[in-house]
Each structure stands twice: as structure tokens, then as C-alpha cells.
């Protein structure tokens, strides 16, 4: 196998390039936007263990210079009781802590590096088929033009076309029951810590807030709602509506996630979240999806990029010591597991934060019992990608 097509510019697809290069495989990326994402408001953490995957093909210096360390995560009551804290750490590793960063950045900064190594990404160039003659793929795109390939790899999202070409039965995304809405405030809560992820369960909704190396905090607010919106419904809703919604749902907290939303520079948009629980199959012949195309996970995961960066690194390092059909099994017995049990891990925390009684009975009962265990989340970070052991012949 010596050339591969990657649909999808995101996380996934820059880093599955970098990594198919360095197994020897050529990549080019196809992404359908016209131009890089602008910054709508969104920032996220990139956990240890996509740190290490980013380590072990050589891009992690690239990210970690467009973010900063985020140590602990510290949860909080709408009075401001803390509740506990959480490492981000992992002690499998000794790896200290993760990451945070605005979405934007981490795009520039992944596609930066893939071109800095030659790999060629394409933007305006939207799928609309494939065809597959069993010993390689051709992709067809919008613009006419088409790409022979010894593989396809579907990097391209949550609302994932080569999804629906490798499983066109797989039910839609599913919604998770809250809104989101985040932004850049201008003001610093008292106390506030530089690197220290504060979330709030609030009296009627959740939210969380960063202060960050230069000035200000970072912050994302979680409205709770049931019903799935129109996607014209969210994108109507104005900035006065945004404040006065946020206003209304945290004003009486003793938190400051009110004084955050009214210090953030206009204007405020949300999005709706979707997450993937399963996909009966991850590839077709020689086409196969990694990351959100597969198993896309609620932000409340915190594991979303993260995922998707460690399947673009084992992937590439099956293709480079298998057959393409064993490698895409082995590719698929290695992730399903560990990628499905996150996704559902993140559902249950978004679900907890809606309605308000689920949410109190998950502060005040559960969040503590957790918090108090040696390590909750060891099982999510503790996962090294060992880039230099061969990959043995999946079974059966």
C-alpha cells in the first residue's frame, strides 16, 4: 500500500496523513470547507493520552506550542462548594497533565505540520462517491474531479458521508440533551486559577470556566433541553437572546459564570451536540472511518480529539505491518471497545446535567463518591500507542 485518501480536515484527518507518512503511505487531505475554520467561540482539552499519540508521530511539539497545561479539574456547587478535584494526569505515564486550546488553533497548528512535511490538504473538495474496485478506491468530488487511492479513510465528522457509504443503514446521530453555547470573557473570576478547569452544576444549568495564561477566561455554558431543535432554530437565536437565556439561567448562582458571559465581546452562538453510540461496521473493502466518523462523543467525554488522534495513529501503524483487509479488522478490534465505551460514558454525564433533579442527585450523591476514588478516569487516560511494537494478525 503506498497511497491513501483522507476525507475530512478536522483533528483526524491532518494527524491519520502525518501518521500514514510516517508508515510509509502517501496521503492527501480533502477537506469540504473552502478555508480553514474560523473561531466560532469553542475551546477544548487535548488529554494525555492524545498527547502521546501526537508524541509518537512526532507532531506534539506543534500543539502543545498553540496551548497550555490544564492540570486539575475542579467541580464546584451553585453555592461554590467545591466538590473535589480531578487530575488530568496520568500516572500510567507519568505524563503531568493535558491540554487546553482554542479549537481553531489546534486545526492550524495540525495542518501547519502536515504541510510542513509535504502532505497536500485540499480545501473546497466535498465527496460525493466512491467506488471501490477491491484492490483500491476511486473518490469522486463535487468539483468533477476524482482520486484513485490503495485507501479510503473517513475522517470527516459526526454527520459523516463515507459513514454512510460504508454502513448506509447506521442510524442517525443521536442528541445529546443539552445546548452549548462558549466564549472568550474578559473578566477573571476571584480566586480563579490560571489552568484550573472550574465546572459548575449550577441551580439550573451546567456550565465551566478557564483563566488562561494571557488574561481572561475561557468559558462554555450547557442550557438544558429535551427536544432536539431545528438547526434553524439555533442558528436564529441572536446574541440579546444568548445573554438574556444565560442571564436568566445562572443569575442567581453564587458562581460567576453570569459576570463571564456578560464581560465576553459579541456575539454569542450556540451549537446543538450529537454523539454516534455505534457503527456496525467501520470499513467496506478499502475504505475505513476513524474518529467522530466512527464513535463521536459528547464534549462531556473531554476525549473527542483525543480519540480521534489515537485512532489516526493505530490505524496507520496496522496498515504498516498488515495486509489492508487484516489491518482494517485489527484496526477495529484494537479501538471499538475503548472508543464506544467513551461515548457512552459521555452521554451519561451530559444526560446528568438535564434535567435538574437527574443533575442534583449527580452533584450532591454521586460526584463526591467519584471524586473520592484514587483515579476515575485512569481507565480513559491510561492508554500508551505504542508505535514501534508490531501489530500482530487479528484472530480468526
Known sequence: MTRAIVVGGGVAGP???MALQKAGITATVHEARAAPDGDVGAWLGVQVNGLDALRAVDAEDAVRAVGFPTPVIEFRTHTGRVLGTLSTGSPASGRTTGLSLRRSDLYRALHGEARRRGIEVRHGS?????SDTGDGVTAVFADGRTETADLLVGADGV???????????????????????????????AGAEVGRLTMVFGRRAFAGYLAVPTGGTWWFANPPLAREPSAEEVAGTSDGQWRARLADLYGADRSPVAALVEATPGPLRGWTTHDVPTVRRWSRGRTVLIGDAAHA?????????????????VLARCLRDLPPAQALR?????????????????????SAKSPPAVGRLVRDLVMPLVLRRR???????????????????PAG
Open 15 to 17: 494527524v491519520a496523513a
Open 126 to 130: 466535498r465527496l460525493t462517491g466512491v
Open 159 to 189: 454527520r459523516s458521508t463515507v459513514r454512510a457509504l460504508v454502513d448506509p443503514d447506521c442510524p442517525p446521530p443521536r442528541f445529546v440533551p443539552v445546548l452549548n453555547t462558549a466564549g472568550y470573557s474578559e473578566h477573571t473570576p
Open 297 to 313: 462523543t459528547s464534549p462531556a467525554a473531554g476525549q473527542g480529539s483525543s480519540l480521534a488522534i489515537e485512532d489516526a495513529v
Open 330 to 350: 485489527a484496526f477495529e478490534d484494537l479501538r471499538r471497545a475503548r472508543a464506544e465505551r467513551v461515548v457512552a460514558q459521555g452521554f451519561r454525564t451530559s
Open 375 to 393: 483515579d476515575p478516569q485512569a481507565w480513559v487516560r491510561d492508554h500508551s500507542v505504542d508505535w514501534g511494537t508490531p501489530v500482530p494478525l
